[in-house]
């Protein structure tokens, strides 16, 4: 008997098919072990060595694997064909090696695709683990481990409220930051652009004045009002013929299918997926057997992929639309080993696939792949120029139409920026001498833009650009930063934390060397030949140690107040920047004599005066002076405005007595007055006695806004003033709307499709769309379609099967809840400082 070891159960069921009997397939369940977060689990001392500890839940799979290996002659490995799937597949053999179980006979397999022909193919050709690549997987390992591990205490020690620092974290962090800075610095530039209006052939188009007086005018060559409207009166006053015409034929060619950080940048502008949403998908679409394998930076197809793709082409359009050669690609990847196929589907005979989020991916990932194959694009751009009789203006207009789609009529690569569509225009047929109808002169006023903040998909590109991390990590490191909340993500673009600030100035003052970005990608190559057999990962690994060890004793040697001051020193152009009036940028706006430095507290970094505690000014790291508090304001009946570590809040009384509110979102602190202070205070508010039940209704703020309450069940208000104005009927009505959007599953939606009487209950079977993704039911029972299915596709048989199936099983279990709190039993909370009444 051959055991055969995947990662995923989804996985090890379809190859299970696929292989027939003589085989047993089981799942890993991803890593099975890992070094334990504790001091002491990499040696430097000890030639790095590494003490790995199985994680304790995976210890059902590792019994199943353990005692079916005990039974097999021949142990096979394979999962993905990539550093971390040779990981996985070493520590399993590492397992079974250690409880001698391991098969007289191992190898390793891979494949691009969870396909029949792609599987059974690689069977017939398996090889040995590749040392190289699981090398390069412990060297990037104890790098990390060792980076994390000993930056990590060094910054809870000297910079209270940081959480973790980590070798590529860091670095996509201080990316995040520098933009923050560059935006802060940005001084906007005033300028004009003077642009005609003209129709020639009833067809209508623009012309922008690039020339005036003998000068060329740029961009920015017209910085004011006054400048501006004597362009325009010229452009006004003058007659213009066309004096010349220029057109350029154009071709665009398609771009090449996927690679994971292009598939991650395209997901984020066209479907507005995260990075992390995008790979969840794709290896779930890449396990159901719809996609090849989803961690790659190669940019090539197989051949009989191209081959399909171009008859599949010829079909949906014609033979125009297919190239007269296929086109073939080449990688910019450093390290061949781990430069797979592109992601492609693995049928392109199959232009939908999954549903819901999954068919929206593999949409992109179709459209992508087929476009790849397919003719270039010929467009043509025109550009005409205008000038005025005694010729002292020039202007210009450009234009472009497509005289052949090729691949755009399919797929067009999206922008991380809004492109200048002037180009986009048509131009009517015109000949030199032509003089046509001037319809509008017009200035426009506008300003130079800061650089715009990183979306992920932008953040992404810079990443692979400086060579840093690897695309197959960029998920995982991106969630982290968010995570750690050293960066929040607003209208999809990324905003540092206060903390997320402090922790990049603290690494580029004290670790400048390990957040750079040529050290980084330096390591990174390093990392790539280790994989590639050129480098030792020892060597690598004493390389770095020798250097960053006795960096990190020296600082871990420094007190707290020689941090901070160093940060301060470090900071003061961004803290303190010059005034335009040329005062102390340091000076106490309070008292008028004091400094204004940077200090350490406990829940992190802010600014006070020197003469603390007779000035109690002070202001949080990285807000302006507009941010400062003079102490908190007395608004009457011995209630308090401050500000906490989550913002401001209400204060009333001492000691046990105290009470405490957070200031909604809603509520505008110029608008808070005593008696909205002292109605927040009282919360919860009880709107009485549910006309059924006789338990009371109240209404109160929470972590996640206004709500109603009653025996446990919630209802969501949509503003503050709600919580206050809510009467009984409102309420009764609110509470039994929400608990009807929650318990009835589908209740009030249609159907997506009607399958018929169950062959043997008699029950009608509907697919419905559901919470998690579509789903089959017969009004008793639910049961969740496979991720690549089509709901509109599932036949009565399928249906019924599936409906069975989940009956075998039984009622889900309920045990180890916890009881719920009775109501009318939980006193008044005592919120922290800035922490929300509930």
Known sequence: MKLVVVESPAKAKTIEKYLGPGHRVLASYGHVRDLPPKDGSVNPDDGFAMDWETYPDKAKQLKA???????????ILATDPDREGEAISWHVQEVLRKKKAL???????TFNAITKTSVLAAMAKPRQLDEDLIDAYRARRALDYLVGFTLSPILWRKLPGAKSAGRVQSVALRLIVDREREIELFRAQEYWS???TFESDGTPFAARLVALDGRRVDRLSIGDKGSADAAKAVVEAGRFTVTSIETKPLTRNPPPPFTTSTLQQEAARKLGFSASHTMRLAQSLYEDG????MRTDGVQM???AISAARRVIADRYDAGYVPDKPRFYSTKAKNAQEAH?????TDFHLGSGGSGDHARLYGLIFNRGLASQMASARLERTTVELSDGPGRATLRATGQVTLFPGFLALYEEGRDEKADDEDAARMPAMRSGDAPAKTGVEAVQSFTQPPPRYSEASLVKRLEELGIGRPSTYAATLQTLKDREYVVLEKNRFIPEESGRLVTAFLERFFEKYVSFDYTAELEEGLDDVSGGRLGWQQLLEAFWKDFKPLAGEVMEQKPSEVTAALDEFLAPYL????????DPRLCPLCGTGQLGLRGGKYGAFVACSNYPDCKYTRRFGQGEEAASEGPAELGNGISLKSGRFGPYLERGEGKEIERASIPKDVPQDELTLEVAEKLLSLPRDIGAHPETGQMISASIGRYGPYLVHEGKYARLSSTAEVFDTGMNAAVVKLAEAAGAKGQRGGGREPLAVLGAHPVSGKELKVMEGRYGPYVSDGETHATLPKSADP???TLDEGAGLIDAKAAKGPVKKGGRKPARKSGTTGRKKAGAGATKS
Request: aromatic share 4%.
């Open 302 to 304: 197989a051949d009989e």
């Open 792 to 794: 509109k596709a599932v």
């Open 103 to 109: 098969p007289q006979h191992v190898e390793r397999v």
């Open 341 to 345: 196929e592109a992601i492609r589907p």
């Open 290 to 293: 719809l996609i090849t394998y």
């Open 576 to 583: 303190f920047p010059d005034k335009d009036d040329g005062t």
């Open 65 to 75: 694997i353990t005692d079916e290996a005990k039974k097999a002659d021949t142990l």
């Open 194 to 196: 003077v642009s005609a």
